[in-house]
């Protein structure tokens, strides 16, 4: 049954992981990775610092390459496309980075406009309009519209990420860490737009995280990774993948062990592996 | 005896000579690789940045700040340094000509080294210092805070986007800041000459005519087009290319600085025979 559910949503499937491999040198992030995304689905990606969580998110959007393996959007394989038919193809594409990466030397205004710029030839009125409408949504004023990204806080910052991610209408939004750093009313705050922006907006969602609170919240389907490091040459990286009600009953120790956050013996192991370095 | 047997098993073995150069030769042509590397890369850099410069033309408000700060806000500082270098030439070659009493034809060496080597190298030298650094250091932040994976998802291209009006202001910027270098210290040396020495104004620059034309100018300031091309090529490279954290911000901006100055430098060595070269070819009786 599982089975059939899974060829069923390859076939319907919007993002495409096929056997991907990314290697950094000699010391390998992703390994035999292979996932699909339906249209319209919230999946979060969830696993511990450094099990390549991000890699995977830029590998989607091409700011990464694999080293062997494809991403495939769209029916589309992404490496094969020419810069032209990329460029295209990332403005249909929001990113929300994790600190944001607003651009320092543009106020908030042409910040959330600079896709709008970029990628359409609509007048400055209608953009300015676009503006403010995003602005709202995220519950931002519009007086932070001249303000500079250092003259506001951490949490100002992700809703302006956002309401620049928000501006071309994506179909596809890829959210990479959300809620870190952000104290727990802002971490909500987030959950909550992200979950308005799909329902409002049906788009599709890919949310990078470690935080079980948000994983919880936002997603239709949660998959776990886990660091290469720490399993066996064959072991698949990808140790959970259902809905987020099946992790909290998960039965696999490193699933259980992250869902609850506990450390177990990993300080222990930690100490001696220090020691025999 | 046991404590000998411990300390020979602990201890390294004892390495032969012949593995020490080989050790030393496999280092040094790791250096060079790394050089060659970065070479390639940088000629790669450089060829996409044209490629981009001839496909599209940036946006005018990517070109108006990249100008006005290249440009406008680098002409203080050149001017200056240019006024004093001009002065500095006056006091170095008065004690020398003084000897063999020909004081008056000061204003041609002084005029001649401004023109041809003095104003491009010191331009040079104070937008790499005050400009390269700043945009590899800007471009480096961008990096690190992943500002330019921002951009690159958005549907901007970074080359296209940052570096080619940067590229065009260093380039168009700098005979500018050329003629203003070379501009000031011909009249630091003038002033310097004729106030304090008391050179006679007349006979300096009926001195400095005699030795002095267009070619020279056009001489330093057709140098100048190449190096503005290296700090703009040299310094973004650095950027792009910079380490994660504030010390990889920081080793870039210097990077780009030191680099910048040593291609500048032996370019000009280049750039200074193959010109003399065309002299020869174009005016070859005047020697």
Redesign the interface.
């Known amino acids: 049954m599982a089975a059939t559910k899974k060829s069923s949503d390859a076939s319907n499937a919007l993002i495409e992981l096929e056997r991907l491999n990314v290697a950094f040198g000699r010391q390998q992030v992703l390994r035999d990775l292979s996932l699909a995304i339906p249209r319209g689905q919230t999946v979060a990606i969830i696993g511990e610092s450094g099990c390549g969580k991000t890699v995977l998110l830029?590998n989607i959007?091409g700011?990464m390459h694999p080293t062997s393996g494809h991403v495939v959007f769209d029916g589309q394989r992404i490496d094969q496309l020419n810069?032209k038919d990329i460029?295209?193809l990332?403005?249909r594409?929001g990113?929300l980075?994790?600190?944001a990466?607003?651009?320092?030397?543009m106020t908030i205004s042409e910040n959330i406009s600079?896709?709008l710029r970029?990628?359409s030839r609509m007048p400055p009125e209608k953009i300015a309009q676009i503006v403010e409408h995003r602005l709202t949504q995220v519950g931002l004023p519009t007086s932070v519209l001249t303000k500079r990204p250092a003259q506001l806080s951490g949490g100002m910052r992700k809703r302006v990420g956002l309401a620049?991610a928000l501006a071309?209408s994506p179909e596809v939004l890829l959210y990479d860490e959300p809620t870190t750093g952000l104290d727990p009313i802002m971490s909500d705050v987030i959950n909550e737009l992200i979950i308005r922006t799909r329902e409002q907006q049906s788009v599709t969602g890919v949310v990078v995280t470690h935080d079980m609170r948000t994983a919880q919240k936002v997603a239709d389907r949660v998959v776990m990774l886990y660091p290469l490091s720490r399993l066996e040459p064959r072991e698949p990286q990808i140790i959970f993948d259902g809905s987020p009600k099946d992790i909290m009953n998960s039965k696999d120790k490193r699933v259980a062990q992250f869902v609850r956050g506990e450390a177990g013996e990993r300080l222990e192991e930690m100490q001696e592996q220090a020691i025999s370095y | 005896m046991s404590t000998a047997s411990t300390n020979s098993t602990v201890a390294e073995p004892r390495r032969g000579v012949g593995m020490a150069v080989h050790d030393s030769i496999a280092d040094v042509g790791a250096v060079v690789v790394h050089w060659m590397e970065t070479l390639g890369d940088m000629t790669l850099f450089m060829w996409r940045t044209l490629l981009w410069l001839f496909t599209r033309l940036p946006r005018r408000d990517t070109l108006v700040p990249a100008f006005y700060n290249i440009g406008v806000l680098s002409l203080p500082v050149v001017a200056l340094t240019g006024t004093f270098i001009g002065m500095v030439l006056a006091v170095q070659t008065y004690s020398q000509f003084k000897q063999f009493g020909f004081e008056t034809r000061m204003g041609a060496l002084i005029n001649l080294s401004m023109c041809r080597e003095l104003g491009p190298v010191l331009a040079a030298t104070m937008l790499a210092g005050r400009v390269g650094s700043a945009i590899a250091a800007e471009i480096g932040t961008m990096r690190v805070t992943e500002q330019i994976d921002a951009l690159t998802s958005m549907g901007a291209n970074p080359l296209h986007y940052l570096v080619v009006p940067r590229f065009l202001g260093c380039l168009l910027m700098i005979p500018s800041l050329t003629i203003m270098a070379i501009f000031m210290g011909v009249v630091g040396g003038w002033i310097y000459s004729v106030q304090v020495f008391g050179i006679d104004s007349y006979h300096y620059w009926n001195n400095s005519q005699q030795f002095v034309g267009n070619w020279d100018l056009f001489y330093g300031v057709f140098k100048s087009v190449f190096f503005g091309a290296t700090i703009a090529i040299v310094s973004c490279y650095r950027g792009f290319h910079c380490d994660p954290g504030a010390e990889g911000v920081g080793r870039a901006a210097t990077a780009a600085f030191v680099l910048s100055f040593v291609i500048i430098i032996v370019l000009d060595l280049f750039l200074s025979i193959w010109l003399d070269r065309v002299h020869e070819m174009l005016w070859p009786q005047m020697g």
């Open positions: 830029k959007i700011l810069d460029t295209t990332r403005s594409f990113f980075f994790q600190n990466a607003l651009f320092d030397s600079f896709p970029e990628n620049r071309m």
